[in-house]
T-cell receptor, first 113, second 111 residues
Framework: KAGVTQTPRYLIKTRGQQVTLSCSPI?????VSWYQQTPGQGLQFLFE???????NKGNFPGRFSGRQFSNSRSEMNVSTLELGDSALYLC????????????FGSGTRLTVV | QQQVKQSPQSLIVQKGGISIINCAYE??????FPWYQQFPGKGPALLIA?????SEKKEGRFTISFNKSAKQFSLHIMDSQPGDSATYFC??????????FGTGTRLKVLA
């Protein structure tokens, strides 16, 4: 059974640019969440999608957005990149109800220069 | 009130010893408390999780102890091995996938 797949693994972008990250959840999982991981702030929740609808949202500016497709694959977009957006972006999926049990991908390491 | 406080920040244990990591929370609406293990270059992996209706859960060498009245829970790693060297995160949620994570504990097990 394939795990959660995130692409690309590494990305270098310039300040002011925008970026799109992709996540393919485990087959059959309908919930996909995104987290930002930095040494200073740890793991911070960005948003969660279920059946193409955003169910939960964290405390990030509107520059961070996401979407989910009918096949449960998800993308997140960051516009007008800032240096502070440099982080590991993790996607997690779950097939269970009520928030129990994530499986994380290996993440996309974004560096903003 | 949404924070989960984790300690210690780092831990060094001899092979065969017991590693203990503690977490505390404030929000009594939390009803699911997982622990994740993360190796460098990898995403966090679910180790073990507990609901507040039990005080202890054991899976192999990993045990969660849960104290509902004190709003604290801890991870015990028995017979710690060098392969256990990783960063450990506790987390809490209240029936959603919006997990609140602790700040992480970097564990090093000496051979």
């Amino acid at each position: 059974k394939a795990g959660v797949t995130q692409t690309p693994r590494y990305l270098i972008k310039t300040r002011g640019q925008q970026v799109t990250l992709s996540c393919s959840p485990i087959s059959g999982h309908r919930s996909v969440s995104w987290y930002q991981q930095t040494p200073g702030q740890g793991l911070q929740f960005l948003f969660e999608y279920f059946s193409e609808t955003q169910r939960n949202k964290g405390n990030f500016p509107g520059r961070f957005s996401g979407r989910q497709f009918s096949n449960s694959r998800s993308e997140m977009n960051v516009s007008t990149l800032e240096l502070g957006d440099s982080a590991l972006y993790l996607c997690a999926s779950s097939g269970q109800g009520k928030g129990y049990g994530y499986t994380f991908g290996s993440g996309t390491r974004l560096t903003v220069v | 009130q949404q924070q989960v406080k984790q300690s210690p920040q780092s831990l060094i244990v001899q092979k065969g010893g017991i590693s203990i990591i503690n977490c505390a929370y404030e929000n009594t609406a939390f009803d699911y408390f997982p622990w994740y293990q993360q190796f460098p270059g990898k995403g966090p992996a679910l180790l073990i999780a507990i609901r507040p209706d039990v005080s202890e859960k054991k899976e192999g060498r990993f045990t969660i102890s849960f104290n509902k009245s004190a709003k604290q829970f801890s991870l015990h790693i028995m017979d710690s091995q060098p392969g256990d060297s990783a960063t450990y995160f506790c987390a809490a949620s209240s029936g959603t996938y919006k997990y609140i994570f602790g700040t992480g504990t970097r564990l090093k097990v000496l051979a």
